[in-house]
C-alpha cells in the first residue's frame, strides 16, 4: 500500500515538476524578446515610405478660386465706403443703368466725375466703382471702365473688354490707351478675330 501510494506521489510530482519546467520555457522566450534601439534603422522591409515620396511625380493641387498670381477681375468691385446718399440725379435714368459719373444728369456727385462709373435705381445710387477712365458708351448700352490701357491702337470687340454681355456686339477704338469710340454692331454681332486689334462688325 505505501509502495502504491508513493509510486502515484511520484507521478504526481513528476508530472507537475514537468509542467513547471514548460511554463519556464514560456517565460523564457517572453523574456528574450529583443527591445527596439530607437537610434537603430528600421529593417527594410517595415520602414515605412516617406512621404515626400508620395504622388511625387503629380502636381499639387490648386486650390478653387486660383493663384496668387491670378490677373485682377477687369470690372472692379463696388466702393462700399462711398457716400452713396451724397449722389444726386439717379432718378433721371433707367433702372439698374450704369453711367459714367461726369454725365450731366448728375447734379452733385462727391467723388471724381471722370473715372467712376454709377449704377443708379429710383431711389438712388446702388454702386459706385472707380475705373481709370470711365467708358462712355452709345444709348442703350451701359457704360463700362475703359479697359484700353495696354492694348495696342486698334479695334476691339466689347468681348476684348471684359465687359458684361449686354456690349458684347460694340466695336471700341483703342487710341494710346484709352478708348476713343465705341458703336453698336448690328445684331449680328462682333468679329473679334482674336482680339488682335482688327475686330470689325459682322457684315
Known amino acids: 500500500m505505501r509502495r502504491a501510494l508513493g509510486t502515484a506521489l511520484g507521478v504526481v510530482v513528476s508530472g507537475a515538476l514537468s509542467a513547471l519546467a514548460l511554463g519556464c520555457t514560456f517565460l523564457i522566450a517572453f523574456d528574450e524578446v529583443p527591445s527596439l534601439d530607437a537610434s537603430a534603422p528600421l529593417d527594410a ?3 515605412p515610405a ?6 511625387a511625380d503629380e502636381p499639387a493641387p490648386v486650390a478653387d ?3 496668387a498670381d491670378a490677373p485682377a477681375p477687369l470690372t472692379p468691385a463696388c466702393d462700399a465706403t462711398f457716400p452713396l446718399d451724397q ?4 432718378a433721371g435714368f433707367v433702372e439698374g443703368g450704369q453711367i459714367c459719373a461726369d454725365h450731366a444728369g448728375f447734379t452733385a456727385y462727391p467723388g471724381d466725375r471722370t473715372r467712376d462709373v454709377v449704377t443708379c435705381s429710383k431711389a438712388g445710387a446702388t454702386c ?8 462712355h458708351n452709345p444709348n442703350g448700352f451701359p457704360d463700362q471702365c475703359d479697359q484700353c490701357t495696354g492694348k495696342p491702337n486698334g479695334t476691339y470687340c466689347g468681348t476684348d473688354m471684359g465687359w458684361q454681355p449686354t456690349n458684347f456686339r460694340l466695336l471700341v477704338t ?9 458703336i453698336a ?10 482680339g488682335a486689334g482688327d475686330a470689325a462688325c459682322k457684315p
Open 50 to 55: 516617406p512621404a515626400e515620396d508620395a504622388g
Open 174 to 182: 483703342c487710341n494710346a490707351d484709352r478708348m476713343t469710340t465705341s
Open 185 to 194: 454692331c448690328s445684331t449680328r454681332g462682333c468679329d473679334s478675330r482674336g
Open 45 to 47: 522591409a517595415t520602414e
Open 87 to 90: 449722389i444726386k440725379g439717379c
Open 128 to 135: 459706385v466703382r472707380h475705373c481709370v477712365a470711365c467708358a
Open 65 to 67: 478660386g486660383g493663384d
